[in-house]
């Protein structure tokens, strides 16, 4: 397994879990860039947003819901948070396994760099 994600969700890599069912799981960013820094990630494997088909419609719908639900655990449903999918190289995406980050705690400036 060479994906990272994977092998967290597996265990093999440890994660500083916030959050995890049967399809998804959230852990802290190990390089976070807010006071509040989630992944929320799919279990099964999905490389981009490109890979999505009309099944994933409830999945990624759950994303945001888990997102909206760990932002306001934090307090942070009042202030506002930013929720991003990145995708692909101009993006900026790094880990070829979908991932909505979650980020909170601080002014966050508008359009992103
Ligand atoms: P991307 O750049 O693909 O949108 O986001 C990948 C994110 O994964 C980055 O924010 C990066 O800090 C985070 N990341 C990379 N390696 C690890 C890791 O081993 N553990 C955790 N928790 N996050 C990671
Ligand atoms: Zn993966």
């Given at each position: 397994m060479d994906c990272l994600f994977c092998r967290i969700i597996a265990g093999q890599i440890p994660g500083n879990f916030v959050h995890q069912d049967e399809t998804m799981v959230a852990i802290k960013d190990?390089?976070?860039?807010?006071p509040l820094h989630v992944l929320i990630i799919p279990r099964r494997h999905i490389a981009t947003l490109n890979d999505l088909s009309v099944e994933d419609d409830a999945l990624v719908g759950s994303l945001f819901r888990r997102a909206a639900a760990i932002a306001k655990e934090h307090g942070y449903d009042e202030r506002g948070y930013r929720t991003v999918f990145n995708t692909n190289g101009e993006a900026g995406q790094s880990v070829f396994h979908i991932h909505l980050h979650l980020l909170a705690g601080r002014g966050l400036e508008w359009p992103p760099g």
């Amino acid at each position: 397994m060479d994906c990272l994600f994977c092998r967290i969700i597996a265990g093999q890599i440890p994660g500083n879990f916030v959050h995890q069912d049967e399809t998804m799981v959230a852990i802290k960013d190990v390089n976070p860039q807010a006071p509040l820094h989630v992944l929320i990630i799919p279990r099964r494997h999905i490389a981009t947003l490109n890979d999505l088909s009309v099944e994933d419609d409830a999945l990624v719908g759950s994303l945001f819901r888990r997102a909206a639900a760990i932002a306001k655990e934090h307090g942070y449903d009042e202030r506002g948070y930013r929720t991003v999918f990145n995708t692909n190289g101009e993006a900026g995406q790094s880990v070829f396994h979908i991932h909505l980050h979650l980020l909170a705690g601080r002014g966050l400036e508008w359009p992103p760099g």
